[in-house]
């Protein structure tokens, strides 16, 4: 196998169907994000102090994220379906919601930190809102673009795979919940922003 | 506690005072990309090899990137009066003065790595100047709406609170500073990038 | 040596030759994102599991990422000739080449993720992409705004060094290959996307 082709090497590239886009268009931006996120996810899942379910989740996480990828890279659905749904979402709530109780409630932010598995889990946190935030991009950039750029009017597509978003929203809420969950089981104490109000309720 | 309130889900979110935006704002990006660099910070302060003196200042930024967020996330300072001063920028220079002299002289540029406390703290450097970029970008694009934007104009306001990017510009040099302390006091040599010409003086 | 200079605090900065940008501006954001990526690089090389010929790759890649970084904040080539050639990209390529066949061979994408080491390496990987869209945003930028940015047009210039960009697609090869190198030297088995098809030929 050869790695490299040089064909991206004037900054255009393919997505699904082979369609030619700008390295950095919004849609290469989302899925590019996603994919760093990705990798994120895998750098956390290879930490000291992971816990069995925990790797289990983390690998499900990064399946999922390649299916996001997938959508995110695909203009036209009758060639190449979605592969995310609300399935996946309801999954992180489940989890969400069994770890929810386990750390001491909170009425205040947090430092994000702790243990270096915590530390990890955090920066996955800010990365999967950053991952959503470029998608949202995407989004405007899908409404503002239909009537003009050929390959997006092949499906008229005015927005990306809905279940998308809605699974990265969440995302960011389960890597917050198990972050605390880290710090817990390993008996260190998340540190309080000083100047918080009650934010949480 | 209920983490997840499902209201993000399509791509709007609040700040300070109830406003509603939308989450690609250059606002959201600005305050997403200080609570990223938030938790790099905590990622290095959870690295093997921090001194007792780091781990306090690494921990006091924390509290002041959560200030420096909050005063992001604030349209309205009647409502939400601003959290930072000239003084956390000063509390930095005197930091950063009292390291200067513990590395040798340096004259030429040199590769961001070293023991893993240093590289953590080069990737805090340069996730504070993206983060920089971003309030950058922000100032700017208030510049431009301040007149079309309801919620801005509530305040009237054309630039964020000048502290935080001032802050935000010394962190970056904070953390350039630390890391050679800390490849220094770990006897590990920084190497010089081959080709630098004397770039400081 | 006093880092600090106090004069960036408004939001505008140097580049080679002393011209002034802003910070926000899509060549800031270019070697801006050069400089982070070459920490994570840095950060890699740290890892636990290197060998010493990857430590040696990683260094000068470290060095090529410097040029690369003076080409990207290089307005005059007159004054400051361009460092970038198609040599780096080769001396890639070998490298890729020689990696190549020691792990199996692949037709499935593959979750980023493994050793510590590994990765890391994945890490760089997307960070690379990233680095890579924002090259290619500033030519994007170059194009339009030649006949209006007075310290662009003197030298009339319409793309950046080219022999970067190059360089910068070939090192996320790079990064994927070593990657599953580190893997396979490890006794750790890459885990597959389960939805995969067969993209790689
Ligand atoms: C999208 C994409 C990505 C996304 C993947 C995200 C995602 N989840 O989709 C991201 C950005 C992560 C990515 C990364 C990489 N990618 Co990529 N990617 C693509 C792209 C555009 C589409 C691949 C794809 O998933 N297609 C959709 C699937 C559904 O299509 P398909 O595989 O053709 O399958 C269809 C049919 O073949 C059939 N089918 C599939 N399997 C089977 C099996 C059977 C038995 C049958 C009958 C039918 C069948 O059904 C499918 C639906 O119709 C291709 C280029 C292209 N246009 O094909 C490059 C491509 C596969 N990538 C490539 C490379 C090099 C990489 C990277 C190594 C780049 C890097 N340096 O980081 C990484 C590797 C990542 C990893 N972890 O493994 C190269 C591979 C070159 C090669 N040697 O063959 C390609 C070909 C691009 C190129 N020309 O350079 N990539
Ligand atoms: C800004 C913000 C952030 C910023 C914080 C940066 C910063 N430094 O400000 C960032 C982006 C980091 C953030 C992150 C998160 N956030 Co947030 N955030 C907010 C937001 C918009 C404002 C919170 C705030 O600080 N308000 C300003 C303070 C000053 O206001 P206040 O708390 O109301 O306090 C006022 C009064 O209450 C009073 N007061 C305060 N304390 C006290 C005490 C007493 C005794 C009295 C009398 C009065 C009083 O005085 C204050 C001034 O008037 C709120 C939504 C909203 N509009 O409220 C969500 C919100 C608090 N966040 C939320 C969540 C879920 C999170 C995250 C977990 C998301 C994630 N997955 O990453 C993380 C957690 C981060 C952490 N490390 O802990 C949720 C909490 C949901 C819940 N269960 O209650 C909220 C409510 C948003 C939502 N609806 O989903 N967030
Ligand atoms: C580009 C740049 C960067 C890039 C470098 C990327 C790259 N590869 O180019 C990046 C973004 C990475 C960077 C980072 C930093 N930088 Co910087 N950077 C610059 C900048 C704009 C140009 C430096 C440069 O390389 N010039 C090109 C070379 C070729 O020019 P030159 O050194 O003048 O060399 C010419 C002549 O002097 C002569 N020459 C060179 N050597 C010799 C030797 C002899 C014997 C002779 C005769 C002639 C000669 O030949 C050259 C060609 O004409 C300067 C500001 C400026 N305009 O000078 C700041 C500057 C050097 N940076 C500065 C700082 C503080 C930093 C950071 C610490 C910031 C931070 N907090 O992260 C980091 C340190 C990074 C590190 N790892 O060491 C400060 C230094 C302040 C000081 N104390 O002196 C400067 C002066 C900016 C400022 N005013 O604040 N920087
Ligand atoms: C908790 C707070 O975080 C902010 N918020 C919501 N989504 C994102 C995102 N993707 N990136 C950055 N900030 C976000 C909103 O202001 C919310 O109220
Ligand atoms: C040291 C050099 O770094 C560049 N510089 C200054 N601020 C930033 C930032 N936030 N991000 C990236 N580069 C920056 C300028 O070119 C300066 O001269
Ligand atoms: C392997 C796939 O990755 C995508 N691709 C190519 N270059 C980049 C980049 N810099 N960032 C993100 N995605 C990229 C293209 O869709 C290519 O086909
Ligand atoms: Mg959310
Ligand atoms: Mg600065
Ligand atoms: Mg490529």
């Not at 390649?66 to 379906?81: E, I, Q, V």
């Not at 405007?140 to 009017?153: G, K, M, P, R, W």
């Amino acid at each position: 196998m050869q790695i490299y082709t040089r064909v991206g090497d004037k900054g255009q590239t393919k997505i699904n169907g082979n369609y030619t886009v700008d390295k950095d268009s919004a849609r290469v931006e989302a899925y590019g994000t996603i994919d760093e996120l990705n990798s994120f996810v895998g750098r956390a899942a290879s930490s000291e102090g992971t816990w069995p379910t925990l790797k289990e989740e983390l690998q499900q996480i990064q399946q999922f994220l390649f299916d996001c990828g997938n959508d995110l890279a695909t203009s036209n659905t009758k060639k190449y379906p979605y592969r995310m749904s609300v399935e996946p979402t309801q999954w992180l709530e489940s989890i969400i919601d069994g770890y929810a109780d386990e750390p001491e409630p909170l009425e205040s932010f947090i430092l994000p930190g702790g243990t270096p598995l915590a530390s990890d889990l955090h920066v996955c946190r800010t990365v999967t809102r950053r991952a959503e935030r470029s998608i949202v991009a995407f989004n405007h950039y899908l409404e503002v673009s239909q009537e003009t750029e050929a390959y997006e009017t092949q499906r008229k597509e005015s927005e990306a795979n809905p279940y998308v978003q809605m699974f990265v929203n969440r995302l960011s809420d389960y890597f917050f919940a198990v972050a605390r969950v880290a710090n817990h089981r390993a008996d260190t104490k998340d540190v309080l922003y000083e100047r918080s109000g009650k934010v949480f309720h």
